[in-house]
């Protein structure tokens, strides 16, 4: 499976920005569908997840401001991110997983960078 993630940009704290991520070239079906962000000089960290079903977990630094997506038709994972702050300036990574390796995200995408100013 490809993931090819997009979206990432400079905006001014309290801005927004939606990231989006399209799987292509998946020989099986994709159910969970993450984002993962890491800041510089830190290590990587869950931002988000969503089921095939639509069920959404958040990391507690995210909750209120981000919602997690996708549109199964086009196998693509959104990241919509609103009243950011300088501290979410990271490298956003979409991830999925595999059916027999539920949760095991084994598959990523290149990172698009987030770069919020304050």
């Known amino acids: 499976v490809q993931l090819q993630a997009s979206g990432g940009g400079l905006v001014q704290a309290g801005g927004s920005l939606r990231l989006s991520c399209a799987a292509s070239?998946?020989?099986?079906?994709?159910?969970?569908m993450a984002w993962y962000r890491q800041a510089p000089g830190k290590q990587r960290e869950l931002v988000a997840t969503?089921?095939?079903?639509?069920?959404?977990k958040y990391a507690d630094s995210v909750k209120g401001r981000f919602t997690i997506s996708r549109d199964n038709a086009k196998n693509t994972v959104y990241l919509q991110m609103n009243s950011l702050k300088p501290e979410d300036t990271a490298v956003y990574y979409c991830?999925?997983?595999?059916?027999?390796?539920?949760?095991?995200?084994?598959?990523w995408g290149q990172g698009t960078l987030v770069t919020v100013s304050s």
């Open positions: 991830a999925v997983d595999a059916p027999w390796a539920p949760g095991s995200y084994d598959y």
């Open positions: 969503i089921t095939s079903v639509l069920s959404t």
């Open positions: 070239r998946s020989s099986f079906s994709i159910n969970n």
